[in-house]
């Protein structure tokens, strides 16, 4: 059903201060429902503390946080009732079979819907009805976090938070943690905090980047490069005399700039163009090579991958914050 309220988590000004320090510095962003929205920074940028304030694990030193239109700070057990939290280390108890922690997280959350079934569909979600009664001390690493996804699902939340879910776990848990938090995204609002950049562009619709406690980007997940660079940048190889292929290639309507590279691929030169915000080159680039009869063996971007924007922009946001006298 849709919320009644605009956003299903609304965060206004965030502030967290500790002495004179910043871990948070007025922090605000929107999340529609259904939206699975990845917090991507540093160690330390303050992704973990918003969670934190999020989930009512710790108070604010000022600002707002809504969930579904209920703030945690004012009504703070009603917000709770609409999240689950995993955090990086799951909260599990190793003693207890899975079924017997699943029930008493069960009672814990004082869930009201039928009990019996709904441990089973938990469980079913997260495929842990193989291990259902085994010992949890007992579970592999993996089989571990999807006991502490569970948790976060019981009682059907409407937004649930995920604080590093991947850490540790081998390349085949790490896919199938993915898989469900996909999934999850389906029937839940669903929060990612994560320094992983392929964790991010695997899962997440939206990103939003954190610095030293401010927000520097949040953008749509295939529209980052777009929104924050003023240039678009792509490597192109091509066959042909390199004086006038580069010649031609800055007389391409678009392009504000090109580098030839010391690279080859086979008999073809690389070169690195530069185009204008908003207007897309390649047709005009392929009507120009075709005219002049120079095969083009490869066209791909150049330095947009994830990991090159975030390395960009935190660099470009520590240069900015400088001179204000430094904000942590």
């Not at 969930?67 to 909260?91: C, N, R, W």
């Not at 980047?209 to 520097?216: D, L, Q, S």
Request: aromatic fraction near 8%.
């Amino acid at each position: 059903m849709q919320s009644p309220f605009e956003y299903m988590v609304k965060v206004e000004n965030l502030v967290k201060r500790y002495g004179s320090n910043y871990a948070l510095n007025d922090v605000s962003f929107e999340i529609n429902e259904g939206e699975i929205v990845g917090l991507l920074g540093p160690n330390g940028a303050g992704k973990s503390t918003a969670m934190n304030i999020l989930t009512g694990y710790l108070s604010a030193t000022s600002g707002s946080a809504y969930i579904d239109g209920i703030s945690m700070v004012e009504k703070p057990l009603e917000a709770k009732k609409l999240i689950g939290f995993l955090p990086e280390q799951p909260p599990v108890y190793p003693e207890m079979t899975v079924w017997e922690y699943l029930n008493f997280v069960y009672e814990l959350k004082g869930c009201t819907l039928p009990r019996k079934e709904h441990i089973e569909e938990v469980m079913d979600v997260v495929k842990l009805g193989d291990v259902r009664d085994k010992l949890i001390s007992h579970l592999s690493k993996g089989y571990k976090q999807r006991v502490g996804i569970a948790q976060a699902i019981m009682g059907d939340p409407k937004v649930v938070v995920f604080d590093e879910p991947t850490v540790g776990l081998d390349p085949k848990q790490i896919l199938e943690v993915r898989n469900l938090l996909r999934t999850l995204g389906k029937r839940h609002t669903v929060i990612l905090s994560t320094h992983i950049l392929s964790e991010v562009q695997a899962v997440c619709e939206r990103i939003i980047i954190i610095n030293k406690g401010r927000i520097i980007a949040d953008e749509k997940t295939e529209e980052l490069t777009r929104a924050i660079e003023d240039t678009y940048r792509y490597e192109v190889r091509i066959s042909g005399p390199q004086k006038d292929v580069l010649a031609a290639l800055k007389k391409v309507n678009g392009v504000t700039g090109v580098e030839r590279t010391d690279g080859r691929d086979a008999d073809a030169q690389i070169y690195i163009v530069d185009t204008a915000k908003g207007i897309d080159i390649r047709k005009p680039l392929f009507y120009m090579c075709a005219e002049h009869g120079w095969p083009i063996l490869g066209l791909s971007p150049f330095g947009t991958d994830l990991e090159s924007i975030f390395v960009r922009l935190i660099d470009r946001s520590d240069i900015q914050m400088r001179p204000e006298g430094g904000n942590k």
